[in-house]
């Protein structure tokens, strides 16, 4: 730092490398996005590069609520987060070989953005029909004529952009699947329900053009077939759709093999919200859990076992390891959480870090097992959801247009 200061003769830098970027839409083949419907929106052009966490999908389409009823009628609002609720499945392919896919698309990123973002970074999600306020109508809701537009960033959807912020070309085809109603969409005061019509979706992608020397440097590794690596990570997520009646009960995640080693662990807990208009989808309940554990083969993790006690606003051990989390996972050295420690009683997202493993789980298939207690038995049509996130690794040689999986 004190050298610097001496560079009295130093020449100011000028970053000229990328002579040229534009936003161009591509739309999709079939125009049909009812429920259930599968979407499908191609790049053919293989000499253009892309850059993905820079591009975003566009969502125009009306909320239309059921008449009122005699009896029982209410309110209906969009829910927050209603846009990634629109679809059940979302996955990326390159060369015609699948890079990242993600399936409860609505849940995956709800969660994604309580424990990734920061609290300045969550403001520009508003477009992609994020809000903050759970009084409020979602910013990009007209309810003069109750149509709605959201632009979802790539990176919110997918877990490839989110981690690699480079250039891609070739054969590239985004799949979206629609979520098989809209019931997590919507949330009613009454027994009225409404539907949500999409009307468009395009795929504005940022095409990047470098300056003629990268260029003919790019253009010489794809001629030699210079393999590139795509690491990113992946969130994984697993569904146990009943748990049991007790106070304690252990779930079988998955066996997992040495080259999916997981790094974190995020439980939650939803009782009667799926599914269900009469509530909040994007909240989560605490179910009165004193413990959560997570055992990789005999590992167990957290090592000394928690001690919560939400009746009595007690679960200092839970929200630390979700501050710790924003920081591990970001490489910052600051928190900066979404949710205060009240706020963390209405949607308490469970972290388990298991980064640090020793050789005995590295050399070995692992068992992905949960155990968690709560003072009082777990209510009835309560839910677990288990995110496993693990490295990935994809290798990609440009010329043969050959994919690999490393990792």
């Known amino acids: 730092?004190?050298?610097?200061?001496?560079?009295?003769?130093?020449s100011p830098e000028i970053d000229d490398s990328i002579s040229k970027e534009e936003e161009h839409t591509y739309s999709p083949q079939v125009r049909s996005f009812d429920n259930n419907d599968e979407i499908e929106i191609i790049i053919n052009q293989r000499d253009i590069w892309i850059s993905l966490f820079e591009s975003f999908i566009q969502v125009d389409?009306?909320?239309?609520?059921?008449?009122?009823?005699?009896?029982?009628?209410g309110n209906v609002t969009l829910t927050n987060n209603a846009a990634a609720y629109l679809f059940e499945n979302v996955s990326y392919e390159l060369n015609n070989v699948e890079l990242d896919s993600v399936r409860e698309v609505g849940t995956v990123s709800t969660i994604k953005t309580f424990l990734c973002y920061g609290k300045d970074e969550v403001r520009a999600l508003t477009l992609a029909g994020w809000n903050d306020q759970e009084s409020q109508q979602l910013k990009t809701f007209n309810e003069t004529d109750n149509t709605f537009s959201f632009r979802i960033p790539l990176s919110y959807l997918l877990n490839l952009p989110f981690d690699y912020h480079r250039i891609v070309s070739g054969h590239q085809k985004l799949r979206l699947i629609r979520s098989r109603n809209d019931a997590?969409?919507?949330?009613s005061t009454g027994t009225r329900k409404a539907t949500l019509k999409i009307n468009n979706i395009e795929l504005k992608a940022k095409h990047v053009y470098p300056n003629d020397e990268i260029k003919l440097t790019i253009l010489e590794g794809i001629n030699k077939d210079r393999v590139i690596s795509l690491p990113f990570r992946k969130w994984e997520i697993h569904e146990l759709p009943s748990v049991r009646q007790t106070n304690n009960d252990i779930w079988r995640v998955k066996t997992s093999t040495q080259l999916e080693k997981p790094r974190f662990i995020i439980v939650c807990f939803q009782t009667n919200r799926k599914n269900n208009p009469k509530s909040d989808v994007t909240l989560f309940d605490h179910c009165d859990v004193r413990s959560v554990r997570l055992w990789l083969n005999s590992n167990v993790y957290p090592y000394e076992t928690w001690k919560l006690q939400f009746a009595k606003n007690k679960y200092l051990e839970a929200y630390q390891a979700y501050v710790d989390f924003y920081k591990e996972f970001n490489g910052k050295d600051r928190a900066e959480p979404i949710l205060?420690?009240?706020?963390?009683?209405k949607r308490p997202i469970f972290v388990l870090d298991c980064s640090k493993q020793?050789?005995?789980?590295?050399s070995s298939t692992i068992d992905i097992s949960l155990e968690f207690e709560s003072d009082n038995n777990f209510p009835a049509d309560t839910r677990a959801y288990c995110i496993i996130i693990h490295d990935r690794i994809?290798?990609?040689?440009p010329l043969t247009g050959i994919i690999r999986q490393l990792i």
């Open 1 to 10: 730092m004190s050298a610097s200061k001496l560079q009295v003769y130093s």
């Open 61 to 73: 389409g009306e909320f239309i609520p059921d008449p009122v009823p005699e009896t029982g009628g």
């Open 184 to 187: 997590n969409c919507f949330i």
């Open 340 to 345: 205060s420690y009240t706020d963390y009683k």
């Open 358 to 362: 020793n050789e005995a789980i590295r």
């Open 394 to 397: 994809m290798q990609y040689y």
